[in-house]
């Protein structure tokens, strides 16, 4: 499923290996290389292969950034991806009918590549797949569910000095 041709094909086993072994991995590379989309694909695939189907967070700094990542990867995967979908508030969803309601809720879950920035969204499969996201959406998370229980591995992406202790500091707090 991973792209082959990218330099971080060749590094696979390896990261594998450190990411079962430690709580904590930095991974580094030039623009390109692969790390926002092949990386969380690597472990999906690992969790697949050991029947482990929690949920992989991948966190960009910008909503286009999660958004695009989320296409390629989709496409990389050969996964559906629609158009971007609008999130509706809760009085909207009331008043469809069930019938729309379950058709939509069918075409979203079976892609295992998703995303979620303020107004947009277009989730994966609850377990055994891929969230690209903003922090801001893992703190949300993390108001509704501070086990995070869902998830097996958050990767930090494109992470400044500022965000990562914004981001830590709300953690702790």
């Known amino acids: 499923m991973a792209h082959p041709s990218l330099p971080i094909a060749g590094f696979r086993a390896e990261i594998l290996e450190k990411v079962r072994h430690n709580p904590a991995v930095i991974i580094t ?3 390109g290389c692969g790390k926002s989309s092949q990386v969380p694909q690597f ?3 690992e969790i697949l292969k050991l029947n482990n189907p929690k949920q992989i967070v991948v966190t960009q700094p910008r909503k286009i950034a999660s958004m695009s990542v989320a296409r ?3 496409e990389q995967r050969g996964e559906p991806f629609p158009e971007r979908k609008i999130r ?3 009085k909207v969803r009331q008043n469809l009918t069930s019938f729309s309601a379950s058709l939509k809720l069918r075409f979203f879950q079976q892609s295992r590549v998703g995303y979620s920035v303020k107004y947009y969204y277009h989730p994966p499969k609850p377990t055994g797949s891929i969230l690209f ?3 801001g959406s893992v703190l949300a ?3 509704k569910d501070p086990l995070l229980s869902n998830i097996s591995h958050i990767i930090l992406d494109e992470v400044c000095p500022i965000n990562c202790w914004k981001f830590l500091f709300c ?3």
């Open 29 to 31: 590379g030039g623009t």
């Open 43 to 45: 472990i999906l695939d």
């Open 72 to 74: 390629f990867v989709a």
């Open 88 to 90: 509706q508030n809760r």
């Open 133 to 135: 996201c903003t922090t």
């Open 141 to 143: 998370m993390l108001k």
């Open 171 to 173: 953690c702790l707090f």
